[in-house]
C-alpha cells in the first residue's frame, strides 16, 4: 500500500511539472518624439523598484534609425515591468544634464507620466505584461 501511494504522488507531481510552461513574451516598445536621427537610444527594462533611474541589468542600445523607432525584447516572463529610455544624441554613454541636474537629452518613461515636477515614481511606470504586447513612449 504505501509503494502505491508513493507511485501515485510521483505520478501526480510528474504530471504538474510536464504540464506547467514558463511562458515567454515579446515586449515591443514605439519609441517617438526623437528629433535628429544621430546617437543612439538605451533602453532600460525593470522590474525591481532599486533599478529605477539607476544601473539596471537589462539594458538594451539601439542606433538611431528615425524620428520614431519600434525594438523589440523578446523572451521575456510575465511580470510587472517599467521601461526607462533616453536618446544619446551625442553617444557618449550617459544622459547629460546640466548644473541643475535636468536633462538636457531626451527621454521617457513607460505609461509617459508627467515629468513636470520630477521624475515620476516606478509605480506609475508600471505595466503588466502576461502577452505579448506593444508600448508607446514619448520621448520628452
Known amino acids: 500500500m504505501k509503494t502505491m501511494v508513493i507511485m501515485l504522488l510521483c505520478s501526480i507531481s510528474m504530471n504538474t511539472v510536464l504540464t506547467q510552461t514558463n511562458e515567454n513574451y515579446t515586449l ?3 519609441i517617438t518624439g526623437i ?3 544621430k546617437g543612439k537610444i538605451g533602453l532600460c527594462l525593470i522590474t525591481d523598484k532599486n533599478e529605477f533611474m539607476s544601473d539596471c541589468s537589462y ?3 539601439y542606433e538611431v534609425t528615425g524620428i ?8 521575456l516572463e510575465a511580470n510587472q515591468y517599467a521601461v526607462t529610455v533616453y536618446h544619446d544624441g551625442n553617444s557618449n554613454d550617459k544622459l547629460d544634464t546640466n548644473f541643475l541636474g535636468i536633462p538636457k537629452e531626451r527621454y521617457g ?3 509617459n507620466p508627467s515629468t513636470r515636477f520630477g521624475p515620476p515614481s516606478f509605480k506609475k511606470c508600471l505595466f503588466r505584461l502576461d502577452s505579448n504586447m506593444k508600448v508607446d513612449l514619448r520621448l520628452r
Open 109 to 111: 518613461f513607460s505609461n
Open 28 to 30: 515591443q516598445v514605439k
Open 59 to 61: 539594458y538594451r542600445e
Open 35 to 37: 528629433k535628429k536621427v
Open 68 to 75: 520614431t523607432m519600434e525594438v523589440e525584447l523578446p523572451n
